[in-house]
């Protein structure tokens, strides 16, 4: 690796429809890859305010609820727009 500070690798599985968001914000703000993208939505989490974990399982951290029936939409009604939008 050439003298890049990004030496550590962040492996993250998503759902269909957390890939279909990250992609949707990718383009939107004409991000040149995905990890750009993870990078911005991981910048814009952490200038927001705080969550207290409870200790949970990192299932329960999804943009989507699981229910009987699979993800849907967060109970919150809050998407990436902020404003109930996907």
């Given amino acids: 690796m050439k003298d890049d500070l990004r030496g550590e690798r962040l492996q993250i599985m998503l ?3 957390e890939l279909r968001l990250l992609d ?6 004409r991000m040149p890859t995905r990890a750009a993208a993870v990078r ?17 399982r990192s299932s329960h951290y ?10 849907h939409a967060s109970s919150d009604g809050e998407g990436l727009d902020g404003d109930g939008s996907h």
């Fill in 15 to 17: 759902t269909p429809e």
């Fill in 24 to 29: 949707d914000f990718r383009f939107q703000f």
């Fill in 40 to 56: 911005e939505l991981l910048r814009m989490g952490l200038a927001a305010k705080p969550v207290d974990g409870d200790g949970s």
């Fill in 62 to 71: 999804g943009v989507f609820d699981r229910g009987p029936d699979g993800h």
